[in-house]
């Protein structure tokens, strides 16, 4: 067995959606810590890939982090999941500190983010892995960082789920009215402010994509959002000329009792 990959992928800063997972998984097939993909045949042509992971191991991969969710002064920025093998077991700290030193090795920032881990109940666990522009240090994070995410839960009528309303309100915009579109969804809490206790992901597919259109349109989605108690955060590199959607997270500030 030879490992599927032929090359190193070259990061594009214009297009991170695809290049900065690959250039993360990358590492992690290095490190001996990724999902360690490699060639086990042909077919019509074709390589034929699988894992070749070891009992107990697990495996982890990285994924696209929308730039809305970046820390300030981030170049690349990844949401790595790992996985424990569940048949043999693995020792959640001992793998996750694998990764962790691993990756900063290679002058990644590496963040246990979000909801604390529970090896007795998770079926995963998350890390923000990040790289900062040169000459930018990372962010200093308080000691009680990400310490008001909420626990899980659904809700049931006539309850109103948080998202649901962000949506209901986002929509009411002229920028939605006008003939965008808009869509609300949960992100992983690893990608959470740390300062929030509410937050999700908008996307907006505006319905003329100038850039003075957008940049009106998120100005008023903003300001609509500010009126309820939220904040809207895009992305720190400039948007091109014309897009064809925008990415928005919206989260709600914690209050904290003095």
Do not use: H
Request: charged share 25%; glycine share 6%; net charge neutral.
């Amino acid at each position: 067995m030879r490992s599927a990959w032929k090359q190193r992928p070259v990061y594009d800063r214009n297009n991170p959606s695809r290049t900065a997972p690959s250039v993360v998984n990358y590492d992690l097939a290095q490190l001996k810590v990724g999902e360690n993909r490699v060639v086990v045949g042909q077919q019509y042509g074709r390589d034929l890939v699988s894992r070749d992971i070891a009992p107990g191991d697990g495996w982890c991969r990285a994924l696209y982090a929308p730039e809305c969710t970046w820390p300030q002064g981030a170049d690349l920025c990844v949401l790595v999941e790992w996985f424990p093998d569940l048949k043999v077991g693995s020792d959640w700290n001992a793998r996750l500190k694998a990764v962790t030193d691993g990756l900063r090795s290679l002058d990644y920032v590496v963040e246990w983010a979000g909801r604390p881990i529970d090896p007795a109940k998770d079926l995963q666990a998350n890390l923000l892995v990040y790289r900062m522009k040169p000459g930018k240090t990372p962010p200093r994070r308080p000691v009680d960082a990400w310490a008001y995410i909420p626990a899980p839960r659904t809700y049931t009528w006539p309850e109103k789920d948080p998202l649901a309303l962000l949506e209901g309100w986002l929509k009411q915009t002229k920028a939605v009215r006008g003939g965008g579109r808009l869509m609300v969804r949960d992100i992983a809490t690893a990608l959470w402010p740390p300062e929030a206790d509410r937050c999700g992901l908008a996307r907006w597919w505006p319905a003329q994509d100038s850039a003075e259109t957008v940049n009106g349109g998120l100005r008023e989605m903003a300001m609509a959002m500010w009126d309820t108690g939220y904040r809207v955060r895009t992305q720190e590199r400039a948007l091109p000329d014309a897009v064809e959607s925008v990415d928005l997270l919206v989260y709600r500030e914690a209050t904290v009792d003095v």
